[in-house]
């Protein structure tokens, strides 16, 4: 979840007492009995709503919840969890003390404080199995669904991304004015499975019924993406910009699309527009989720040999300012772009001397500790390198783990970054037989895509060397 301030201030609420589980109980938005009074459940489905649609007024709800009823344990969960989705450790340990102590006696309540403890130690994992179990005894548990959806993107489980959705569909009324929230989110897991087909259908059925379905609307784009089907992705995005470009939590995702889109038609001038007025600027609330955004369009960039000004030096000051506590390397491998592009390699390469400390002295358990020694590090390694141009050394860590990319999640056109990375090093390093292979599988995967094609035409020297 790509929330716009997502830390908040625990002194500001009392905290609940364990005897507070054991009040009265009312109904929210699915019918599910939530601990607290009547107004902070009231706000408590007010919230439910906004989150589904990405909107930042779930903020303010969940906090005027807690406020109002300090032992409503849903809002207090539900305001957790928002912190959580952030990625980011300081936020996640506002979260895990913003439910120290809370207790339920009721059993679905318990799971979401079970499950949040989880993950506020570090494992993503874990919680995610918590969730599964939650979700089979209560389906239309929306806030364990939306949770569990983001938690299979952060892990880069694709086939979770599906099925979690699908066995959770089961138990909605398809009249439910959130059921196109719940069909949103399963084309996003079809399309990240391949199932291309389903994915836009379902999808833009979703769209049509509520236009203002931002996750839908990028379900869509990633079908589109993923189809090279890039004109009519820039004309899907342009008819319904004013349902998506302002007001939620995926504005600056979704306009990253667009500009990737603008991209394959060699518009880098109306990419950085786009750039500037959504992904990053002065007034930009330094989201790392939004912030990796910005990095992977400047990178894609970059590696074209495309000026994009100060840009780089802005964006990396961003990232220096942040916790450098290994958490998300997701994260950490947009920071290291970011340092690159901005001619920062010492902090560059002091990234990836944390990540190695981190992957000899961290604890075994975290998820982000299974992400680094899977590929995380090993694409640190690869884009530092190609910072200081040794290609021989990118190739070489990069390489050997292409395939296995996804275990530090993101989406397949967020990892594409890494991808291009590979075969621009492979071709300017002189690797010509990977960089063959590379190109082979790109242009059978989209043979309608400029980019794949002008890199083909440098390998066979037919134009200018690749950057």
């Known amino acids: 979840m790509r929330a716009k301030g997502p830390s908040f201030d625990n002194r500001r609420f009392r905290t609940a007492q364990p005897g507070e589980g054991e009040r009265s109980m009312h109904k929210d938005r699915y019918g599910l009995a939530c601990t607290g009074s009547a107004a902070a459940v009231q706000r408590l489905a007010r919230a439910q709503e906004h989150l589904l649609r990405f909107r930042p007024e779930v903020v303010d709800e969940l906090d005027n919840a807690i406020a109002e009823d300090a032992g409503c344990v849903m809002a207090r969960a539900a305001r957790a969890w928002i912190g959580l989705m952030s990625s980011e450790w300081p936020d996640t340990r506002a979260a895990a003390e913003l439910v120290a102590g809370t207790r339920s006696s009721d059993a679905r309540e318990q799971a979401h404080l079970e499950a949040i403890r989880a993950w506020s130690s570090g494992d993503m994992h874990a919680c995610s199995r918590l969730l599964d179990a939650l979700l089979d005894a209560h389906p239309r548990d929306a806030l364990a669904l939306y949770v569990g959806h983001q938690i299979d993107f952060f892990c880069g489980d694709a086939v979770n991304l599906r099925d979690r959705v699908v066995r959770s569909r089961r138990g909605w009324d398809t009249q439910h004015p959130d059921f196109s929230a719940v069909d ?264 309608g895509s400029l980019w794949n094609r002008m890199r083909d035409r440098q390998s066979r020297g037919l134009d200018a060397p690749a950057a």
């Open 184 to 447: 949103g989110m399963l084309a996003f897991g079809l399309e990240e499975c391949g199932d291309y087909a389903r994915a836009e259908d379902i999808g833009r059925r979703a769209v049509e019924r509520h236009a203002d379905d931002v996750w839908a609307i990028h379900a869509v784009v990633h079908v589109l993406e993923m189809q090279a089907r890039f004109d009519e992705g820039i004309a899907f995005l342009e008819a319904r910009r004013c349902h998506w470009a302002e007001g939620n939590f995926l504005n600056a995702h979704n306009g990253w699309h667009l500009a990737v889109f603008l991209l394959e038609r060699e518009d880098h001038p109306g990419a950085l527009a786009i750039y500037d007025s959504l992904l990053h600027h002065a007034a930009s609330p330094g989201v790392a989720l939004e912030m990796l955004d910005a990095s992977g369009l400047l990178w894609r960039l970059s590696l074209d040999g495309v000026d994009t000004g100060g840009r780089w030096a802005a964006l990396a000051d961003a990232w220096a300012a942040k916790d450098p506590t290994p958490w998300y390397v997701f994260n950490d491998l947009h920071a290291i772009m970011a340092f690159v592009g901005a001619g920062r390699q010492a902090l560059a390469e002091q990234r990836v001397a944390q990540l190695e400390r981190y992957l000899r002295e961290g604890d075994l358990g975290q998820s982000n500790h299974r992400m680094v020694a899977g590929a995380g590090l090993a694409a640190a390694r690869a884009l530092t390198a190609w910072g200081r141009g040794d290609d021989d050394a990118a190739v070489s860590a990069l390489a050997p783990v292409r395939h296995q990319l996804s275990v530090f999640g993101g989406s397949h056109a967020q990892r594409d970054a890494c991808q291009r990375t590979l075969l621009c090093a492979a071709m300017r390093g002189g690797h010509g037989t990977l960089a063959r292979q590379l190109l082979d599988e790109r242009l059978a995967a989209k043979p």
